[in-house]
């Protein structure tokens, strides 16, 4: 149970007194009591000094023989009343008494006690309440302080008002169903009055009236769906054998605007409208004989033979507290606009000759008090009623409360609640993970330090059988953390915990503990060691609360380890940033917090929460380990190698070594069982340079070195599969450095190093001049091989000559100087060597005197033909200059003139006239004719020279023509306008006409026209030349003179 609040009997009336005590009323250090005698007396209560103080921690500390009375009679007035004083309230503001007695309302002055006013039409009063608010005029928005005197008189409710210290004329009357029992104030203007047939809420500024009703779900099946709360129904009919008695309606109001009605055992939360809130009803045994609210708990006073005061929390109903309170039958609470305690903090209890003051411990005390006794449940519902300003770091308390009681709930062995109250907390992964044993925490695990404890238990075990009388010192040390973690944070031992929190609530409200049983499972089984299906049901449950964790994570640092806001944002009042829940509280203990790094020690929790997580998985779930370290992670090397290579997952190892950056690790380990070097048996998937090869082609530009380490293996092996390195089609091998790779592959085989430049120059389209060189020579060096046969030099041969008629980069006189000119094979070669220099008459003498290949020296012609940039005249090709040599001349002039040694080769000369006479020149063409050479020879020449000069003359008239054509459709649109206006039947271009009254007048400068020039727009518009800006002046188009038109 907890000890929210001390009873202290403050006063006590002498035995010679007759006396009874009828009502009570504190205000500020006044306590007016009214007995039944109807006498008033007043005392001054001493709040300095206690018969009994209550210390810090809950103690109670018996009085000095120096100290005075906790109250001091100061006045008795006799005749305050002739009958006993039922009730009395104050009206500060208007510096009234107001007291209940002999069936009136009678009002006194607060000073001097003496009679003011006794209200008449209060006759036959059973119970009045007094309130005191702010309200703002609706118009003005002027504050104005409101009191109201609401007075329950038989079936009729009575309300008079003070604003501003000034009594309102006029009094609120409205007749109600039944009489009145109590009346309560839900707000500054709406009532509750309970009767017989249950309660209303009266809006006194409205006067609308309207009835309490139960929930929905409350309601029986044979009973109506909006049955009143309160009503007596069939079931109450035993009242009837009871001497006519009813249970009192009794109403009190709660924090947040709620309200609590209670009618014999039963009870109902409502807001202040009236509607029922969802919300069960308060377990009472017996009707209570009073209710009250004393923030933050709800208060009951149980009957006088009871001799009572229940303190319960109005969130969970719990019984927190049983005050013995002798035959007390009176409850007051202060109401906060007349006590200054906070919200009445402090208040009273009284029997017929005894007052009490209960005196409410700190609340720090009282949630240390909670937490020792592991009422955790209780505890987080008193900090979530406290406002922020009672306690400090509201906030981290709950989550500490929080993290408590899944502690409590994992030595359960409660997994999940655990879990979920962990992950809902956000409680720092590292508390959590060292409640796991060694193969899940590591270093974290409570384990380790067991362990070396090991040799000093198994010496108290000796000392105790030496010892049979100390049986105490020898304990059997837990795997995992026990019950004696809580030790840290209660320092009290185990009570009744929280598991009531999810049993059903006994009817029970005796303050009584129960006995004790006899110990359960959950309670043997919290000193096993966490094993087995146990710890694997365990580490599901940790599986979540890490990843949420992570997600968390992932908020505040880059995959990269640094902090996403650097340096971050501290918190005003704790100096803490946003992500202090992720680490480890021994961070926090230094009092300059902005000197703390807090990159490092985020990145510290971080590689934490993913290696427990890899941990996890591997234990619980190995299928969900390979996602994880497959893609960014902080896990720890050397944990996951070992722990993935022990399981032989060699794959997942290669994709965590890989995302690890790990490279030559994952190489070594791949070449190792690629080679076949590995102890052991070799995985079918990682056998031969496949594996190695595919890893190599994801490595970045940037790690070469490692690449061409580790490449060499595979090339030399499977050459084929080896070049794919440096061949796949990926952005990462296109951005290798070609000349490293080169390198490489020229030590290994020039095939692999030529296989590589044809890739990048055709695929790639690499003009690099010096790799298309590097190609030619291998070429050329290949095809000078003494070891290749026939045929791969006639293939190597079609490879050069192919790529010396595409490419342009490769060095020519270079290539020239290493072509052999003695060798057949290498004639064509060094004819497109010379044709790529431009020499094309020694291009032309190798085809017609070497290798008498004509055809090919014809073709050639045809493509320095159709390559030449185009002319402006077609008949300029036949012209012959320096720049641009007719290398169809050319070629006649090494048929009708050859050197000494060779023939002049007639048919040939004759048959290229025939074909191609029309791109000879004509002079130096017949220059090169002999004179015996009859001119039928020629009748083929002279024929194609006529027509191409035929068909260039008819192609000049032709667009002569057509610019005559083009030329009068010009001018016919000038002078008439387009098609489009003239199908139109609009005037337009030159025949168009502007027609200029005497009054007509310049759009730009407003003036007339009279005898000015005016230029006309083609939208019509006509203004003076003068108002034409001098840019736009230029063209006589559209200028005309005043007379025009």
């Given at each position: 149970m907890l000890s929210a609040f001390k009873a202290q009997a403050i006063h006590e009336l002498k035995p010679r007194d007759k006396s009874k005590i009828e009502s009570l009323l504190a205000y500020g250090d006044r306590l007016l009591v009214g007995l039944n005698t109807g006498a008033l007396r007043i005392y001054r209560v001493n709040e300095g000094s206690q018969t009994d103080e209550v210390s810090k921690n809950g103690t109670t500390e018996p009085a000095s023989p120096t100290k005075t009375k906790a109250v001091e009679l100061l006045s008795e007035q006799e005749k305050f009343s002739k009958k006993p004083i039922q009730q009395i309230a104050i009206v500060k503001e208007a510096n009234l008494l107001v007291s209940l007695s002999d069936g009136y309302i009678s009002l006194h002055e607060l000073q001097t006690y003496k009679p003011v006013e006794r209200l008449e039409q209060t006759k036959g009063a059973a119970c009045f309440t007094v309130t005191s608010n702010v309200f703002k005029d609706p118009d003005t928005e002027v504050p104005s302080l409101v009191s109201r005197l609401a007075v329950g008189v038989k079936r009729k409710m009575l309300c008079w008002t003070w604003q501003d210290m000034e009594q309102l004329p006029d009094a609120v009357e409205l007749n109600l169903e039944a009489t009145v029992k109590s009346l309560t104030w839900a707000t500054g203007s709406k009532l509750i009055v309970g009767m017989d047939p249950g309660f209303v809420i009266v809006d006194i500024e409205t006067q609308e009236i309207v009835p309490v009703n139960k929930r929905a779900t409350d309601n029986n099946a044979a009973e109506p769906a909006a049955q009143r709360f309160g009503?007596?129904?069939?079931?109450?009919?035993?009242?009837?054998?009871?001497?006519?008695?009813?249970?009192?309606?009794?109403?009190?109001?709660?924090?947040?605007?709620?309200?609590?009605?209670?009618?014999?055992?039963?009870?109902?939360?409502?807001?202040?409208?009236?509607?029922?809130?969802?919300?069960?009803?308060?377990?009472?045994?017996?009707?209570?004989?009073?209710?009250?609210?004393?923030?933050?708990?709800?208060?009951?006073?149980?009957?006088?033979?009871?001799?009572?005061?229940?303190?319960?929390?109005?969130?969970?109903?719990?019984?927190?507290?049983?005050?013995?309170?002798?035959?007390?039958?009176?409850?007051?609470?202060?109401?906060?606009?007349?006590?200054?305690?906070?919200?009445?903090?402090?208040?009273?209890?009284?029997?017929?000759?005894?007052?009490?003051?209960?005196?409410?411990?700190p609340y720090d005390t009282q949630i240390q008090e909670l937490v020792a006794k592991q009422k955790f449940d209780e505890a987080i519902s008193l900090l979530n009623l406290l406002e922020d300003t009672l306690i400090d770091d509201k906030a981290g308390k709950i989550?500490?409360?929080?993290?408590?009681?899944?502690?409590?709930?994992?030595?359960?062995?409660?997994?999940?609640?655990?879990?979920?109250?962990?992950?809902?907390?956000?409680?720092?992964?590292?508390?959590?993970?060292?409640?796991?044993?060694?193969?899940?925490?590591?270093?974290?695990?409570?384990?380790?330090?067991?362990?070396?404890?090991?040799?000093?238990?198994?010496?108290?075990?000796?000392?105790?059988?030496?010892?049979?009388?100390?049986?105490?010192?020898?304990?059997?040390?837990?795997?995992?953390?026990?019950?004696?973690?809580?030790?840290?944070?209660?320092?009290?031992?185990?009570?009744?915990?929280?598991?009531?929190?999810?049993?059903?609530?006994?009817?029970?409200?005796?303050?009584?503990?129960?006995?004790?049983?006899?110990?359960?499972?959950?309670?043997?089984?919290?000193?096993?060691?966490?094993?087995?299906?146990?710890?694997?049901?365990?580490?599901?449950?940790?599986?979540?609360?890490?990843?949420?964790?992570?997600?968390?994570?992932?908020?505040?640092?880059?995959?990269?380890?640094?902090?996403?806001?650097?340096?971050?944002?501290?918190?005003?009042?704790?100096?803490?940033?946003?992500?202090?829940?992720?680490?480890?509280?021994?961070?926090?203990?230094?009092?300059?917090?902005?000197?703390?790094?807090?990159?490092?020690?985020?990145?510290?929790?971080?590689?934490?929460?993913?290696?427990?997580?890899?941990?996890?998985?591997?234990?619980?779930?190995?299928?969900?380990?390979?996602?994880?370290?497959?893609?960014?992670?902080?896990?720890?090397?050397?944990?996951?190698?070992?722990?993935?290579?022990?399981?032989?997952?060699?794959?997942?190892?290669?994709?965590?070594?890989?995302?690890?950056?790990?490279?030559?690790?994952?190489?070594?380990?791949?070449?190792?069982?690629?080679?076949?070097?590995?102890?052991?048996?070799?995985?079918?998937?990682?056998?031969?340079?496949?594996?190695?090869?595919?890893?190599?082609?994801?490595?970045?530009?940037?790690?070469?070195?490692?690449?061409?380490?580790?490449?060499?293996?595979?090339?030399?092996?499977?050459?084929?599969?080896?070049?794919?390195?440096?061949?796949?089609?990926?952005?990462?091998?296109?951005?290798?450095?070609?000349?490293?790779?080169?390198?490489?592959?020229?030590?290994i085989d020039p095939k692999l190093q030529m296989q590589y430049l044809e890739h990048i120059i055709r695929e790639w389209n690499d003009q690099t001049p010096e790799h298309h060189q590097d190609l030619v020579d291998l070429y050329l060096q290949e095809m000078k091989h003494e070891d290749v046969d026939e045929a791969g030099k006639v293939v190597m041969k079609e490879k050069l000559e192919a790529f010396l008629r595409q490419s342009k980069q490769y060095n020519k006189a270079k290539t020239f100087r290493q072509v052999p000119a003695d060798d057949p094979v290498f004639f064509e070669t060094r004819a497109l060597v010379l044709r790529a220099m431009g020499n094309h008459k020694q291009a032309l003498a190798i085809y017609v005197y070497q290798l008498h290949d004509y055809d090919k020296a014809e073709q050639y012609c045809n493509d320095i033909y159709t390559t030449s940039p185009p002319q402006q005249l077609q008949r300029s090709r036949t012209e012959v200059s320096a720049d641009r040599p007719n290398t169809y001349a050319v070629l006649l002039g090494l048929y009708l003139r050859p050197p000494p040694d060779q023939s002049t080769r007639w048919p040939q000369a004759l048959d290229l006239l025939s074909r191609h006479g029309a791109r000879l020149p004509a002079s130096s063409t017949l220059d090169l004719m002999p004179a015996d050479l009859p001119v039928a020879e020629l009748q083929d020449y002279f024929r194609g020279r006529?027509?191409?000069?035929?068909?260039?003359?008819?192609?000049?008239?032709?667009?002569?023509?057509?610019?005559?054509?083009?030329?009068?459709?010009?001018?016919?649109?000038?002078?008439?306008?387009?098609?489009?206006?003239?199908?139109?039947?609009?005037?337009?271009?030159?025949?168009?006409?502007?027609?200029?009254?005497?009054?007509?007048?310049?759009?730009?400068?407003?003036?007339?026209?009279?005898?000015?020039?005016?230029?006309?727009?083609?939208?019509?518009?006509?203004?003076?030349?003068?108002?034409?800006?001098?840019?736009?002046?230029?063209?006589?188009?559209?200028?005309?003179?005043?007379?025009?038109?």
């Amino acid at each position: 149970m907890l000890s929210a609040f001390k009873a202290q009997a403050i006063h006590e009336l002498k035995p010679r007194d007759k006396s009874k005590i009828e009502s009570l009323l504190a205000y500020g250090d006044r306590l007016l009591v009214g007995l039944n005698t109807g006498a008033l007396r007043i005392y001054r209560v001493n709040e300095g000094s206690q018969t009994d103080e209550v210390s810090k921690n809950g103690t109670t500390e018996p009085a000095s023989p120096t100290k005075t009375k906790a109250v001091e009679l100061l006045s008795e007035q006799e005749k305050f009343s002739k009958k006993p004083i039922q009730q009395i309230a104050i009206v500060k503001e208007a510096n009234l008494l107001v007291s209940l007695s002999d069936g009136y309302i009678s009002l006194h002055e607060l000073q001097t006690y003496k009679p003011v006013e006794r209200l008449e039409q209060t006759k036959g009063a059973a119970c009045f309440t007094v309130t005191s608010n702010v309200f703002k005029d609706p118009d003005t928005e002027v504050p104005s302080l409101v009191s109201r005197l609401a007075v329950g008189v038989k079936r009729k409710m009575l309300c008079w008002t003070w604003q501003d210290m000034e009594q309102l004329p006029d009094a609120v009357e409205l007749n109600l169903e039944a009489t009145v029992k109590s009346l309560t104030w839900a707000t500054g203007s709406k009532l509750i009055v309970g009767m017989d047939p249950g309660f209303v809420i009266v809006d006194i500024e409205t006067q609308e009236i309207v009835p309490v009703n139960k929930r929905a779900t409350d309601n029986n099946a044979a009973e109506p769906a909006a049955q009143r709360f309160g009503a007596v129904t069939s079931s109450g009919m035993g009242y009837m054998g009871m001497g006519s008695w009813v249970p009192k309606p009794m109403a009190t109001g709660l924090s947040d605007g709620q309200l609590m009605l209670a009618k014999d055992v039963n009870s109902l939360f409502a807001d202040t409208d009236g509607n029922p809130l969802e919300k069960r009803q308060v377990p009472w045994a017996l009707a209570p004989e009073a209710i009250g609210y004393s923030y933050p708990y709800l208060l009951a006073l149980q009957p006088p033979e009871k001799g009572s005061l229940q303190i319960r929390n109005p969130d969970s109903l719990s019984l927190l507290q049983n005050l013995a309170v002798p035959n007390a039958s009176i409850l007051h609470v202060p109401q906060p606009n007349i006590s200054l305690a906070h919200a009445g903090k402090g208040f009273l209890v009284a029997s017929e000759r005894v007052i009490w003051r209960m005196n409410a411990l700190p609340y720090d005390t009282q949630i240390q008090e909670l937490v020792a006794k592991q009422k955790f449940d209780e505890a987080i519902s008193l900090l979530n009623l406290l406002e922020d300003t009672l306690i400090d770091d509201k906030a981290g308390k709950i989550r500490e409360m929080m993290i408590l009681k899944g502690m409590m709930l994992f030595e359960e062995r409660k997994y999940r609640p655990a879990l979920d109250l962990f992950t809902d907390a956000e409680a720092p992964p590292e508390r959590v993970i060292k409640l796991y044993p060694e193969s899940i925490a590591g270093h974290l695990s409570p384990q380790g330090s067991e362990a070396d404890a090991d040799d000093d238990t198994e010496k108290a075990v000796e000392d105790t059988e030496a010892k049979p009388e100390n049986t105490s010192t020898a304990k059997e040390t837990p795997s995992t953390p026990s019950k004696s973690l809580f030790g840290r944070f209660t320092g009290h031992t185990r009570d009744d915990s929280d598991t009531a929190s999810i049993k059903s609530v006994s009817r029970t409200d005796t303050g009584t503990p129960t006995p004790r049983k006899a110990p359960t499972s959950n309670s043997l089984a919290r000193d096993k060691p966490l094993e087995g299906e146990d710890l694997k049901v365990a580490v599901r449950s940790l599986c979540s609360f890490l990843v949420q964790a992570r997600t968390r994570m992932q908020r505040y640092i880059s995959w990269d380890g640094t902090l996403k806001q650097d340096p971050p944002e501290l918190d005003s009042e704790t100096g803490k940033p946003d992500f202090a829940n992720l680490l480890s509280e021994d961070v926090f203990e230094t009092d300059d917090k902005a000197a703390v790094d807090w990159q490092p020690e985020l990145l510290k929790c971080a590689e934490l929460l993913d290696t427990t997580l890899f941990r996890a998985y591997m234990l619980a779930s190995p299928s969900l380990a390979g996602p994880l370290f497959r893609l960014d992670n902080f896990c720890d090397p050397d944990v996951v190698q070992a722990s993935l290579y022990e399981n032989d997952r060699y794959n997942d190892l290669i994709d965590f070594l890989h995302g690890k950056k790990l490279h030559r690790q994952a190489l070594e380990m791949l070449s190792k069982f690629g080679k076949g070097e590995a102890e052991g048996e070799i995985p079918e998937g990682m056998q031969g340079p496949e594996r190695t090869v595919e890893y190599l082609k994801q490595l970045p530009p940037e790690l070469v070195d490692i690449t061409l380490e580790f490449a060499a293996w595979p090339v030399r092996e499977q050459p084929k599969l080896g070049m794919e390195v440096f061949l796949a089609d990926t952005g990462k091998t296109k951005d290798l450095p070609k000349d490293r790779v080169l390198q490489f592959l020229s030590e290994i085989d020039p095939k692999l190093q030529m296989q590589y430049l044809e890739h990048i120059i055709r695929e790639w389209n690499d003009q690099t001049p010096e790799h298309h060189q590097d190609l030619v020579d291998l070429y050329l060096q290949e095809m000078k091989h003494e070891d290749v046969d026939e045929a791969g030099k006639v293939v190597m041969k079609e490879k050069l000559e192919a790529f010396l008629r595409q490419s342009k980069q490769y060095n020519k006189a270079k290539t020239f100087r290493q072509v052999p000119a003695d060798d057949p094979v290498f004639f064509e070669t060094r004819a497109l060597v010379l044709r790529a220099m431009g020499n094309h008459k020694q291009a032309l003498a190798i085809y017609v005197y070497q290798l008498h290949d004509y055809d090919k020296a014809e073709q050639y012609c045809n493509d320095i033909y159709t390559t030449s940039p185009p002319q402006q005249l077609q008949r300029s090709r036949t012209e012959v200059s320096a720049d641009r040599p007719n290398t169809y001349a050319v070629l006649l002039g090494l048929y009708l003139r050859p050197p000494p040694d060779q023939s002049t080769r007639w048919p040939q000369a004759l048959d290229l006239l025939s074909r191609h006479g029309a791109r000879l020149p004509a002079s130096s063409t017949l220059d090169l004719m002999p004179a015996d050479l009859p001119v039928a020879e020629l009748q083929d020449y002279f024929r194609g020279r006529i027509r191409h000069s035929t068909a260039l003359l008819r192609q000049e008239k032709m667009q002569r023509s057509l610019e005559e054509v083009r030329k009068v459709n010009t001018e016919r649109q000038l002078l008439l306008g387009s098609d489009k206006e003239m199908g139109m039947g609009r005037v337009a271009g030159r025949n168009r006409r502007v027609r200029i009254a005497e009054d007509g007048h310049c759009k730009v400068c407003s003036r007339r026209f009279g005898a000015s020039a005016v230029r006309v727009w083609p939208d019509g518009t006509v203004v003076h030349y003068g108002c034409v800006p001098k840019g736009e002046r230029e063209g006589g188009a559209g200028v005309v003179a005043r007379g025009w038109g």
